[in-house]
C-alpha cells in the first residue's frame, strides 16, 4: 500500500468527522430551497391579495334612492320617446327637484352643490327606464341613482370628515346633505349596474366594462378564426407533407423567431402595414383581431406540431397499409387523434392573446369609446387596454373599478387555462 | 448473530454462507418493491479481500441485492429492505447511521461507465475532494495519480489529465469509475455487471484488473456470465427467482453444483 | 356590408358547383358503366374548389387594392390652397373625405370636401359594380371549365389533395410573410429616419429629447433641439433587467433545484404549476400592481430610510418585472435538470456525496449551458416588455445607475411616441421605428445565443 492512498481506516474517521458540516449545507440549501419557492408564493399571494382587496369593492356602489314624478310633457316633449325628445325634455330637472325636496337647498350656489351629489348619468338612467317601461309615465316611483364619485368615496370612507375642508375634494355644505340623505335611510350599498353594464365614461361612477368586455370578445373570436386554421395547416404541412428542405429549415428558423419577437413589434407592423398600407381603420376589432393572430400564431403551430408528433406512426402505418392516400392519412387519423392537444395550445394560446395590451395600443385602441362595438368593424377596445388606461386616473373609484375589471380579466383567463388542463387530462391518451 | 434464523436459512441455501473473518453479513434480508417481493429471505457473508460474484439469470435479484449493501436503493421511493446488514457488527440499515461514510467505506462501479462530465483529473478527484481526504494540493495529486495506476489506467492518461472524462473508450471510463471508487479508500467495491456494456477486449483488461483488486479490496461482482465469474471469484453465489440457492468455492459450483437448480442453471437448461 | 353578400353570394355558387360537380360525376360513371377512380363527393369537391378559389382571391385584390387606388386619384380633387396651406395632412383630410362618405357629419364641412366625398362615392358604386361582375363572371368560367374537365379517366381525389396540399403550402408562408411584413414596416421607416438622424447620434447620443417637430415649424425657436440619443434609453432598459435578474435567478433556479431534487411528488405536483401561474398573469396587471402597490410601498418605506425613492422608480418596476419572469427561469431550468441523466447522480451517490454535493457540483454545472440559456432567455423577455414598464418606470430619459430614481426603457418610448398623434414624416415618429429596430436585434441576437449555447454543449453528454 502506497502511502499516496489514505488507509481505510483512517479515511473513514476524516469522513465521519466532516459529515455534520456537510449535512448542514444540506440542509441549508434545502432550506434555500424552500425560501426561494415561499418567496414566489409570497408574491403571488401579495398580488391576488392586493387586486383582490381592491377590486371586490369596485363591484358595489353607492345609490341614493329619489322619489321621481314620471310626468310625460316634461320628459318627453315630443311625445314619440325619440332620443331628440328625451335629450331636450327636463328628465334631470325632475330628479334634481326630488332631490332638493328633501335636502332643501338655500340659494343658488347651495343648490349647485346639491345637483353635483347624485351622477350626471340621472337623465339617461331616466331615459332608458321610460323607453323600456313607457307605462311608467303618470306614475311616481322610487329610482335608485348612482351617487357621484367623490360622495361616494367619502361614504366609503376615504374621504375623511376630519381633514380641513380646504384640503378636501367635498365641502362640509355636502357633507351636511348627505348625512341628510342618511338619516331619511335613501342610501344604499349596492351590486353596481354599472361595472358590468356601463362603458367607458370619464365619470367614475358611471364607468364599466361593458364596451371592453364585448370588445375582446369580438377581436378573440376574428384571432381564433384567423390563427387556429392557419397554424393547424402550416404544422400539419410543416410535419406531415414538406420534404425536409432548406425551404422547410427556413420556415421552422421564422417561426421559432417569431414566437421571440417582443409582442410590442407586432403591433407596430399591424400600424405600418394594415393601417397605413392597407388603409384599414383603427382601433377595431378586426385589425386587433389579425395582429394578435399573426402573435399567436407560433404558439399554436408549436403544440400543434406537438400534438401530431405524438400520434404513432403505427397509426399512420395502418391506414396506409389500407391503401388510404396521405391527405386522407392526415385528415382522417392524425388530425383527430392529434386534435386535443391542438386544441389545448389554441387555448392557451388565446389565453394569452386575451391579455395582451402593447400590440393593441400601437394600433390605436386607445381612443376614448363609449358605444359598444356592435360589429368587428366597429371601433372598440379590449378589457386589457381599458385597465391600462383607467390605472392612470386618481379618483379612488377608478382604482376600485380597475381592480374589479382585473378581477374579470384574471377569472376569464383562469377559467380557459383551467379549460385547457381538463381537456388535456380527459382527452389525453396513453400510446 | 441470530443462530436460529441462521439454521433456518441454512434450510434453502446449500454451501459455505458463511466465510471466516466476514467484512459484511447479510441476514435474512428481503427486498420490496412495492408489493413485489424481489430478494426474498438471504442470508450470506462477504469474505475480506476476496472476490465472490453473483451469478444467475437475469431479473433474479442480484442487482437489487448488491445495491442493498451500500442503501442505494434508497434513491428509489417504492423500494423497502427488510433484514439486517452489518459491517463491523453495525447494522447499516440502523436509523442513526448516516449514509455519507458507509458509501465510503464500500464503492461502486455500475453497469455503464457513468464518468462525470468533467475531466479525468476532476473524476477522480471528486471524492476525496468532497470528504476532505487530502491535506493539499500534492496530496490529492498523489491520490489521484495512485488510483489511476490501481486501476490500470494510469499509463494511458498521463499526458491528458484535464481532458473530459467522457472523451475516452468504454473500457478506459469504465477503469476510469473503478479509479475513481478507489479514490476514495474503500474497504469493499460492489460492481454491478461492469462488462457488460464493453466489447472483449475491454472486458478482458477489466476482468485481469479486477483479479488483481481482490488482494486489496473485498470484491462483489453480479455476472451474467459463468465464464466471467469463473475467471475473476474465488466464491461465486447462485441466485435464482430472488432466492440464494448455493455458495461456494467458484470451481466447485460449475464442476460438482450441490443444488439440483445450480446444476440446471450452469448447464444450460435454464437462463 | 356590400362585401358580406357578395362573399355569401361566392360561397352560394361554389355550392351549387358543387352539386353540378357531383351529378355530371354521377353521369359519367352511368354512360361508362363502370366505377370511377375517386368518390362521388371528390368530383364535387373539386368543382367547388375550382370555382371559389379563384374567385375569393380576385374579390380580395380588388377589395383591398381599390381603397388605395381611390386615394391616390382623390388627390386630384383637393383644392391647391389646401394642399399648400402650413399644416396639410393628407391622412386628416382622407378622414375627413372618410367620413363624409360615411354620412358622419359634424357641422358643415367645406364644399370641396363634399365633393370630393360625392366623387368617391360614385367611385366605389362602380368598384362594386365591376367587382360583382367580375367576379360573377370568374365563378362561373372556372365552375364551367372544371365540370367539362370530368370525364370518366379524371382522377377528382388527385386532384382535389393536390389543391388541399398547396392551400397547406400556401399557410405554412404565412410565417415567411409575417416576419418579411416585420422586417419591412420596421426597417423601412428606420431608413427614413437615419436620413433625419445620423446612426452615431442615435447610438452614442446620450440625450434623449424628441420634442414635436411642429414646434420646430411653428418657429418657436425651438429648432434643432430635438435629441435623438438612445443611451439614457439602453441604460434604463439594462437597469430595470438587471434589478429583474436580481430577483428572478435566486428565486427561480433556488426553486427549481428544490424541486426536481428535494421536493416529494406531491410538493411538486402542487408548487410547480402554482409557480407558471405566475407567466400567465397578463403584463398589464403586473403593471398595475406595480404603479399602485408596490411603488408606493417602496416610496414609504424608503422615506423611513430616509432615501428618496421615486413615485415612479426603476426598482418598482424590475422587481415587479422580475417576479413575471420568475417562472421563465424555474421551470426552463427544472427541465434542464431533470434531463440530466440519474446514471450521474448514482455515480455521485454511490462515492458518497450529500445530495446537496450530487446538486451543485455534478448536477448544476452539467445542466449548466441549459440554465444559462434560460436566463438568457428571460432577459430578452425582460427587455422586450412593454406594459410594466410603461405604467411603472417613468418616461423620463434618465441616465442613471440608481433603482430608486425614474428612468424610461425603450419599450416605453416606442408606446409613448406611438401612441397618440402620428406623422409619419417627423423624425420623432420615426424614431419609434428605429427604436424597435433595435429592440428586435437585441432580442433575436440573444435568442440565437441562448440556442447556440444549448446546442454546444448538448453533444457532451451523447
Same mark, same amino acid.
Given at each position: 500500500?502506497?502511502?499516496?492512498?489514505?488507509?481505510?481506516?483512517?479515511?473513514?474517521?476524516?469522513?465521519?468527522?466532516?459529515?455534520?458540516?456537510?449535512?448542514?449545507?444540506?440542509?441549508?440549501?434545502?432550506?434555500?430551497?424552500?425560501?426561494?419557492?415561499?418567496?414566489?408564493?409570497?408574491?403571488?399571494?401579495?398580488?391576488?391579495?392586493?387586486?383582490?382587496?381592491?377590486?371586490?369593492?369596485?363591484?358595489?356602489?353607492?345609490?341614493?334612492?329619489?322619489?321621481?314624478?314620471?310626468?310625460?310633457?316634461?320628459?318627453?316633449?315630443?311625445?314619440?320617446?325619440?332620443?331628440?325628445?328625451?335629450?331636450?325634455?327636463?328628465?334631470?330637472?325632475?330628479?334634481?327637484?326630488?332631490?332638493?325636496?328633501?335636502?332643501?337647498?338655500?340659494?343658488?350656489?347651495?343648490?349647485?352643490?346639491?345637483?353635483?351629489?347624485?351622477?350626471?348619468?340621472?337623465?339617461?338612467?331616466?331615459?332608458?327606464?321610460?323607453?323600456?317601461?313607457?307605462?311608467?309615465?303618470?306614475?311616481?316611483?322610487?329610482?335608485?341613482?348612482?351617487?357621484?364619485?367623490?360622495?361616494?368615496?367619502?361614504?366609503?370612507?376615504? =374621504?375623511?370628515?376630519?381633514?380641513?375642508?380646504?384640503?378636501?375634494?367635498?365641502?362640509?355644505?355636502?357633507?351636511?346633505?348627505?348625512?341628510?340623505?342618511?338619516?331619511?335611510?335613501?342610501?344604499?350599498?349596492?351590486?353596481?349596474?354599472?361595472? =358590468?353594464?356601463?362603458?367607458?365614461?370619464?365619470?367614475?361612477?358611471?364607468?364599466?366594462?361593458?364596451?371592453?368586455?364585448?370588445?375582446?370578445?369580438?377581436?378573440?373570436?376574428?384571432?381564433?378564426?384567423?390563427?387556429?386554421?392557419?397554424?393547424?395547416?402550416?404544422?400539419?404541412?410543416?410535419?406531415?407533407?414538406?420534404?425536409?428542405?432548406?425551404?422547410?429549415?427556413?420556415?421552422?428558423?421564422?417561426?421559432?423567431?417569431?414566437?421571440?419577437?417582443?409582442?410590442?413589434?407586432?403591433?407596430?407592423?399591424?400600424?405600418?402595414?394594415?393601417?397605413?398600407?392597407?388603409?384599414?381603420?383603427?382601433?377595431?376589432?378586426?385589425?386587433?383581431?389579425?395582429?394578435?393572430?399573426?402573435?399567436?400564431?407560433?404558439?399554436?403551430?408549436?403544440?400543434?406540431?406537438?400534438?401530431?408528433?405524438?400520434?404513432?406512426?403505427?397509426?399512420?402505418?395502418?391506414?396506409?397499409?389500407?391503401?388510404?392516400?396521405?391527405?386522407?392519412?392526415?385528415?382522417?387519423?392524425?388530425?383527430?387523434?392529434?386534435?386535443?392537444?391542438?386544441?389545448?395550445?389554441?387555448?392557451?394560446?388565446?389565453?394569452?392573446?386575451?391579455?395582451?395590451?402593447?400590440?393593441?395600443?400601437?394600433?390605436?385602441?386607445?381612443?376614448?369609446?363609449?358605444?359598444?362595438?356592435?360589429?368587428?368593424?366597429?371601433?372598440?377596445?379590449?378589457?386589457?387596454?381599458?385597465?391600462?388606461?383607467?390605472?392612470?386616473?386618481?379618483?379612488?373609484?377608478?382604482?376600485?373599478?380597475?381592480?374589479?375589471?382585473?378581477?374579470?380579466?384574471?377569472?376569464?383567463?383562469?377559467?380557459?387555462?383551467?379549460?385547457?388542463?381538463?381537456?388535456?387530462?380527459?382527452?389525453?391518451?396513453?400510446? | 448473530?441470530?443462530?436460529?434464523?441462521?439454521?433456518?436459512?441454512?434450510?434453502?441455501?446449500?454451501?459455505?454462507?458463511?466465510?471466516?473473518?466476514?467484512?459484511?453479513?447479510?441476514?435474512?434480508?428481503?427486498?420490496?418493491?412495492?408489493?413485489?417481493?424481489?430478494?426474498?429471505?438471504?442470508?450470506?457473508?462477504?469474505?475480506?479481500?476476496?472476490?465472490?460474484?453473483?451469478?444467475?439469470?437475469?431479473?433474479?435479484?442480484?442487482?437489487?441485492?448488491?445495491?442493498?449493501?451500500?442503501?442505494?436503493?434508497?434513491?428509489?421511493?417504492?423500494?423497502?429492505?427488510?433484514?439486517?446488514?452489518?459491517?463491523?457488527?453495525?447494522?447499516?440499515?440502523?436509523?442513526?447511521?448516516?449514509?455519507?461514510?458507509?458509501?465510503?467505506?464500500?464503492?461502486?462501479?455500475?453497469?455503464?461507465?457513468?464518468?462525470?462530465?468533467?475531466?479525468?483529473?476532476?473524476?477522480?478527484?471528486?471524492?476525496?475532494?468532497?470528504?476532505?481526504?487530502?491535506?493539499?494540493?500534492?496530496?490529492?495529486?498523489?491520490?489521484?495519480?495512485?488510483?489511476?495506476?490501481?486501476?490500470?489506467?494510469?499509463?494511458?492518461?498521463?499526458?491528458?489529465?484535464?481532458?473530459?472524462?467522457?472523451?475516452?473508450?468504454?473500457?478506459?471510463?469504465?477503469?476510469?469509475?473503478?479509479?475513481?471508487?478507489?479514490?476514495?479508500?474503500?474497504?469493499?467495491?460492489?460492481?454491478?455487471?461492469?462488462?457488460?456494456?464493453?466489447?472483449?477486449?475491454?472486458?478482458?483488461?477489466?476482468?485481469?484488473?479486477?483479479?488483481?483488486?481482490?488482494?486489496?479490496?473485498?470484491?462483489?461482482?453480479?455476472?451474467?456470465?459463468?465464464?466471467?465469474?469463473?475467471?475473476?471469484?474465488?466464491?461465486?453465489?447462485?441466485?435464482?427467482?430472488?432466492?440464494?440457492?448455493?455458495?461456494?468455492?467458484?470451481?466447485?459450483?460449475?464442476?460438482?453444483?450441490?443444488?439440483?437448480?445450480?446444476?440446471?442453471?450452469?448447464?444450460?437448461?435454464?437462463? | 356590408?356590400?362585401?358580406?353578400?357578395?362573399?355569401?353570394?361566392?360561397?352560394?355558387?361554389?355550392?351549387?358547383?358543387?352539386?353540378?360537380?357531383?351529378?355530371?360525376?354521377?353521369?359519367?360513371?352511368?354512360?361508362?358503366?363502370?366505377?370511377?377512380?375517386?368518390?362521388?363527393?371528390?368530383?364535387?369537391?373539386?368543382?367547388?374548389?375550382?370555382?371559389?378559389?379563384?374567385?375569393?382571391?380576385?374579390?380580395?385584390?380588388?377589395?383591398?387594392?381599390?381603397?388605395?387606388?381611390?386615394?391616390?386619384?382623390?388627390?386630384?380633387?383637393?383644392?391647391?390652397?389646401?394642399?399648400?396651406?402650413?399644416?396639410?395632412?393628407?391622412?386628416?383630410?382622407?378622414?375627413?373625405?372618410?367620413?363624409?362618405?360615411?354620412?358622419?357629419?359634424?357641422?358643415?364641412?367645406?364644399?370641396?370636401?363634399?365633393?370630393?366625398?360625392?366623387?368617391?362615392?360614385?367611385?366605389?358604386?362602380?368598384?362594386?359594380?365591376?367587382?360583382?361582375?367580375?367576379?360573377?363572371?370568374?365563378?362561373?368560367?372556372?365552375?364551367?371549365?372544371?365540370?367539362?374537365?370530368?370525364?370518366?379517366?379524371?382522377?377528382?381525389?388527385?386532384?382535389?389533395?393536390?389543391?388541399?396540399?398547396?392551400?397547406?403550402?400556401?399557410?405554412?408562408?404565412?410565417?415567411?410573410?409575417?416576419?418579411?411584413?416585420?422586417?419591412?414596416?420596421?426597417?423601412?421607416?428606420?431608413?427614413?429616419?437615419?436620413?433625419?438622424?445620423?446612426?452615431?447620434?442615435?447610438?452614442?447620443?446620450?440625450?434623449?429629447?424628441?420634442?414635436?417637430?411642429?414646434?420646430?415649424?411653428?418657429?418657436?425657436?425651438?429648432?434643432? =433641439?430635438?435629441?435623438?440619443?438612445?443611451?439614457?434609453?439602453?441604460?434604463?432598459?439594462?437597469?430595470?433587467?438587471?434589478?429583474?435578474?436580481?430577483?428572478?435567478?435566486?428565486?427561480? =433556479?433556488?426553486?427549481?433545484?428544490?424541486?426536481?431534487?428535494?421536493?416529494?411528488?406531491?410538493?411538486?405536483?402542487?408548487?410547480?404549476?402554482?409557480?407558471?401561474?405566475?407567466?400567465?398573469?397578463?403584463?398589464?396587471?403586473?403593471?398595475?400592481?406595480?404603479?399602485?402597490?408596490?411603488?408606493?410601498?417602496?416610496?414609504?418605506?424608503?422615506?423611513?430610510?430616509?432615501?428618496?425613492?421615486?413615485?415612479?422608480?426603476?426598482?418598482?418596476?424590475?422587481?415587479?418585472?422580475?417576479?413575471?419572469?420568475?417562472?421563465?427561469?424555474?421551470?426552463?431550468?427544472?427541465?434542464?435538470?431533470?434531463?440530466?441523466?440519474?446514471?450521474?447522480?448514482?455515480?455521485?451517490?454511490?462515492?458518497?456525496?450529500?445530495?446537496?454535493?450530487?446538486?451543485?457540483?455534478?448536477?448544476?454545472?452539467?445542466?449548466?449551458?441549459?440554465?444559462?440559456?434560460?436566463?438568457?432567455?428571460?432577459?430578452?423577455?425582460?427587455?422586450?416588455?412593454?406594459?410594466?414598464?410603461?405604467?411603472?418606470?417613468?418616461?423620463?430619459?434618465?441616465?442613471?445607475?440608481?433603482?430608486?430614481?425614474?428612468?424610461?426603457?425603450?419599450?416605453?418610448?416606442?408606446?409613448?411616441?406611438?401612441?397618440?398623434?402620428?406623422?409619419?414624416?417627423?423624425?420623432?415618429?420615426?424614431?419609434?421605428?428605429?427604436?424597435?429596430?433595435?429592440?428586435?436585434?437585441?432580442?433575436?441576437?440573444?435568442?440565437?445565443?441562448?440556442?447556440?449555447?444549448?446546442?454546444?454543449?448538448?453533444?457532451?453528454?451523447?
Amino acid at each position: 500500500m502506497n502511502n499516496k492512498i489514505i488507509s481505510p481506516s483512517d479515511a473513514l474517521d476524516i469522513v465521519k468527522k466532516s459529515i455534520v458540516k456537510r449535512r448542514s449545507r444540506d440542509n441549508r440549501l434545502k432550506l434555500f430551497g424552500r425560501i426561494a419557492i415561499g418567496v414566489a408564493v409570497c408574491f403571488l399571494l401579495t398580488l391576488f391579495y392586493s387586486i383582490f382587496t381592491k377590486g371586490y369593492p369596485g363591484f358595489f356602489q353607492y345609490y341614493v334612492t329619489l322619489d321621481i314624478k314620471f310626468d310625460r310633457e316634461r320628459i318627453d316633449p315630443k311625445g314619440d320617446l325619440s332620443d331628440n325628445s328625451l335629450f331636450d325634455g327636463e328628465a334631470s330637472i325632475i330628479v334634481n327637484e326630488s332631490l332638493y325636496s328633501i335636502i332643501q337647498p338655500k340659494g343658488r350656489k347651495e343648490k349647485k352643490l346639491a345637483k353635483k351629489i347624485v351622477s350626471s348619468g340621472k337623465d339617461v338612467r331616466i331615459a332608458k327606464m321610460v323607453k323600456n317601461n313607457p307605462s311608467l309615465f303618470g306614475t311616481t316611483t322610487s329610482v335608485k341613482f348612482a351617487l357621484d364619485d367623490d360622495v361616494d368615496s367619502f361614504l366609503r370612507g376615504y =374621504l375623511k370628515r376630519e381633514t380641513p375642508e380646504n384640503e378636501r375634494r367635498i365641502s362640509d355644505k355636502a357633507i351636511q346633505f348627505i348625512d341628510k340623505l342618511n338619516e331619511e335611510g335613501r342610501i344604499s350599498y349596492e351590486f353596481s349596474d354599472y361595472i =358590468l353594464g356601463g362603458s367607458a365614461s370619464g365619470n367614475a361612477e358611471m364607468a364599466g366594462i361593458k364596451g371592453a368586455f364585448i370588445g375582446s370578445m369580438l377581436t378573440l373570436s376574428v384571432c381564433l378564426l384567423i390563427a387556429f386554421p392557419l397554424g393547424v395547416a402550416t404544422a400539419v404541412y410543416l410535419e406531415e407533407i414538406a420534404k425536409k428542405n432548406r425551404i422547410t429549415e427556413f420556415i421552422e428558423v421564422n417561426i421559432n423567431n417569431l414566437a421571440a419577437v417582443p409582442s410590442v413589434v407586432f403591433g407596430i407592423m399591424g400600424l405600418a402595414i394594415f393601417i397605413s398600407i392597407f388603409g384599414m381603420p383603427r382601433s377595431i376589432p378586426l385589425v386587433g383581431g389579425m395582429v394578435l393572430a399573426l402573435m399567436t400564431l407560433p404558439t399554436i403551430i408549436i403544440s400543434s406540431r406537438a400534438a401530431i408528433r405524438a400520434v404513432p406512426p403505427s397509426v399512420r402505418d395502418a391506414a396506409y397499409g389500407i391503401g388510404a392516400s396521405k391527405i386522407q392519412v392526415i385528415f382522417h387519423h392524425v388530425i383527430p387523434l392529434a386534435m386535443p392537444g391542438m386544441l389545448t395550445g389554441t387555448i392557451i394560446g388565446m389565453a394569452q392573446a386575451l391579455g395582451e395590451t402593447a400590440p393593441l395600443l400601437m394600433i390605436g385602441m386607445v381612443a376614448f369609446i363609449v358605444d359598444v362595438p356592435n360589429s368587428v368593424l366597429d371601433p372598440g377596445t379590449v378589457l386589457p387596454v381599458q385597465i391600462f388606461m383607467w390605472a392612470d386616473f386618481a379618483e379612488r373609484m377608478f382604482i376600485q373599478k380597475t381592480s374589479a375589471a382585473i378581477i374579470v380579466l384574471l377569472g376569464f383567463l383562469i377559467s380557459m387555462n383551467a379549460l385547457a388542463v381538463y381537456l388535456r387530462k380527459k382527452l389525453e391518451r396513453r400510446w | 448473530m441470530l443462530i436460529n434464523n441462521d439454521l433456518k436459512t441454512l434450510d434453502l441455501t446449500v454451501g459455505d454462507v458463511f466465510s471466516q473473518n466476514p467484512r459484511l453479513k447479510a441476514r435474512n434480508v428481503s427486498v420490496f418493491y412495492g408489493d413485489n417481493k424481489a430478494i426474498d429471505n438471504v442470508t450470506i457473508d462477504i469474505g475480506n479481500k476476496e472476490v465472490i460474484s453473483f451469478i444467475g439469470p437475469s431479473g433474479c435479484g442480484k442487482s437489487t441485492f448488491l445495491r442493498c449493501f451500500n442503501r442505494m436503493n434508497d434513491t428509489i421511493d417504492s423500494c423497502a429492505v427488510k433484514g439486517e446488514i452489518t459491517i463491523d457488527d453495525e447494522n447499516i440499515y440502523d436509523k442513526k447511521i448516516d449514509v455519507v461514510p458507509l458509501r465510503a467505506r464500500i464503492g461502486m462501479v455500475f453497469q455503464k461507465p457513468n464518468p462525470f462530465p468533467k475531466s479525468i483529473y476532476d473524476n477522480v478527484a471528486y471524492g476525496p475532494r468532497i470528504h476532505g481526504l487530502s491535506e493539499n494540493k500534492e496530496h490529492l495529486d498523489g491520490i489521484v495519480e495512485e488510483s489511476l495506476k490501481r486501476a490500470g489506467l494510469w499509463e494511458e492518461v498521463i499526458d491528458r489529465l484535464d481532458s473530459p472524462g467522457t472523451g475516452l473508450s468504454g473500457g478506459q471510463q469504465q477503469r476510469l469509475c473503478i479509479a475513481r471508487a478507489i479514490a476514495v479508500s474503500p474497504e469493499v467495491i460492489l460492481m454491478d455487471e461492469p462488462c457488460s456494456a464493453l466489447d472483449p477486449i475491454a472486458t478482458a483488461k477489466i476482468e485481469e484488473l479486477i483479479h488483481e483488486l481482490g488482494n486489496d479490496y473485498s470484491i462483489v461482482i453480479v455476472t451474467h456470465s459463468m465464464q466471467q465469474a469463473a475467471r475473476v471469484s474465488k466464491k461465486t453465489a447462485y441466485f435464482h427467482l430472488g432466492k440464494l440457492i448455493e455458495v461456494g468455492r467458484t470451481k466447485d459450483i460449475f464442476t460438482r453444483p450441490q443444488h439440483h437448480q445450480t446444476e440446471a442453471y450452469i448447464s444450460g437448461k435454464i437462463g | 356590408m356590400f362585401s358580406f353578400y357578395i362573399l355569401v353570394g361566392i360561397l352560394l355558387i361554389s355550392f351549387v358547383f358543387f352539386f353540378l360537380g357531383k351529378n355530371q360525376a354521377k353521369k359519367v360513371a352511368y354512360t361508362n358503366k363502370k366505377k370511377l377512380h375517386s368518390l362521388i363527393h371528390y368530383y364535387g369537391l373539386y368543382s367547388l374548389l375550382s370555382s371559389l378559389i379563384p374567385t375569393l382571391g380576385i374579390f380580395f385584390a380588388i377589395t383591398i387594392c381599390d381603397d388605395l387606388l381611390f386615394a391616390e386619384l382623390i388627390k386630384k380633387y383637393i383644392p391647391d390652397e389646401v394642399v399648400n396651406s402650413k399644416d396639410y395632412n393628407f391622412t386628416i383630410v382622407l378622414a375627413q373625405i372618410n367620413n363624409s362618405v360615411e354620412g358622419l357629419i359634424f357641422g358643415t364641412p367645406p364644399e370641396w370636401v363634399a365633393n370630393a366625398a360625392a366623387i368617391w362615392k360614385s367611385w366605389v358604386l362602380k368598384s362594386n359594380t365591376i367587382t360583382v361582375a367580375v367576379c360573377t363572371i370568374t365563378i362561373l368560367v372556372s365552375g364551367f371549365f372544371s365540370l367539362k374537365k370530368i370525364k370518366f379517366e379524371f382522377r377528382s381525389r388527385n386532384a382535389v389533395e393536390k389543391i388541399v396540399t398547396s392551400i397547406l403550402a400556401v399557410s405554412s408562408m404565412i410565417a415567411i410573410l409575417t416576419t418579411i411584413a416585420i422586417i419591412f414596416s420596421v426597417v423601412f421607416e428606420s431608413i427614413r429616419f437615419f436620413a433625419l438622424i445620423p446612426y452615431d447620434e442615435f447610438l452614442f447620443g446620450t440625450i434623449w429629447n424628441p420634442q414635436f417637430e411642429g414646434a420646430d415649424r411653428a418657429g418657436s425657436g425651438q429648432e434643432g =433641439l430635438s435629441q435623438y440619443g438612445a443611451i439614457p434609453l439602453f441604460a434604463g432598459t439594462f437597469l430595470i433587467s438587471i434589478i429583474a435578474l436580481c430577483v428572478s435567478v435566486p428565486v427561480g =433556479l433556488f426553486s427549481a433545484i428544490y424541486l426536481s431534487e428535494y421536493a416529494t411528488s406531491k410538493e411538486r405536483a402542487f408548487f410547480k404549476p402554482l409557480l407558471e401561474i405566475l407567466a400567465g398573469i397578463p403584463t398589464v396587471v403586473y403593471g398595475f400592481f406595480a404603479a399602485l402597490t408596490v411603488a408606493p410601498f417602496l416610496r414609504s418605506s424608503g422615506s423611513i430610510f430616509g432615501l428618496n425613492v421615486a413615485s415612479e422608480s426603476a426598482l418598482a418596476a424590475g422587481l415587479v418585472m422580475g417576479i413575471m419572469i420568475i417562472p421563465f427561469i424555474s421551470s426552463l431550468s427544472d427541465d434542464v435538470i431533470n434531463a440530466v441523466p440519474q446514471s450521474l447522480r448514482d455515480a455521485g451517490y454511490g462515492l458518497g456525496s450529500t445530495k446537496n454535493e450530487t446538486v451543485m457540483k455534478i448536477v448544476l454545472p452539467a445542466a449548466l449551458p441549459g440554465v444559462v440559456a434560460s436566463i438568457i432567455l428571460a432577459v430578452s423577455r425582460a427587455v422586450g416588455e412593454t406594459m410594466i414598464v410603461v405604467m411603472a418606470a417613468g418616461l423620463a430619459a434618465n441616465l442613471t445607475a440608481n433603482p430608486l430614481e425614474a428612468v424610461t426603457t425603450v419599450t416605453s418610448q416606442i408606446v409613448t411616441i406611438l401612441v397618440g398623434d402620428q406623422e409619419f414624416e417627423s423624425a420623432k415618429t420615426l424614431s419609434a421605428f428605429a427604436l424597435a429596430l433595435t429592440l428586435i436585434i437585441i432580442t433575436l441576437a440573444m435568442n440565437f445565443y441562448a440556442l447556440h449555447i444549448v446546442k454546444k454543449y448538448r453533444e457532451q453528454y451523447e
